[in-house]
């Protein structure tokens, strides 16, 4: 009976991508509720993650704090995938991709070249400039 060892480590490994990925931040706030594709249920303090979507209900609002000091606000009803964050402040190089697909929010830029930044929404992508 070896299958059991075997299922034992397919499960394991499945578990791998979602415990694997990058934080990039932290909640800062949250009223009263939001979810996160990868860190589930977010309160305030918890981390957010390269490849992960954030969600609101009609109610619900978000404020997040990335590694260079930029911030995202999500309002309500509304998803963002946060796509791409490089950040090396010792180089002063890096990339932050943010995907906007519904709803409301507001950024604003951290300690990153302002090039470095870019907002892909359903209509277009923007970038900063100045």
């Given amino acids: 009976m070896r ?17 694997a990925q990058q934080q990039i931040g932290t909640t800062k706030s949250v009223k009263p509720a939001a979810h996160g594709s990868v860190a589930g249920t977010l309160s305030v303090g918890a981390g957010v993650h390269a490849n992960e979507t954030i969600g609101t209900d009609k109610a619900g609002v978000a404020g997040l704090q990335f590694h260079d000091q930029s911030n995202l606000d999500v309002g309500p ?5 946060l796509d791409r964050f490089i950040y090396n402040p010792n180089r002063g ?18 300690n990153q070249n302002s090039k470095a930044y870019k907002v892909k929404t359903p209509y277009g992508t923007l970038g900063v400039r100045g």
């Fill in 3 to 19: 299958i059991l060892p075997v299922a034992l480590a397919v499960l394991s490994f499945s578990v791998l991508p979602a415990a």
């Fill in 77 to 81: 009803n509304s998803s963002v995938r």
């Fill in 93 to 110: 190089t890096g990339q932050v991709i943010l995907d906007a697909t519904k709803g409301s929010f507001r950024f604003t830029t951290g």
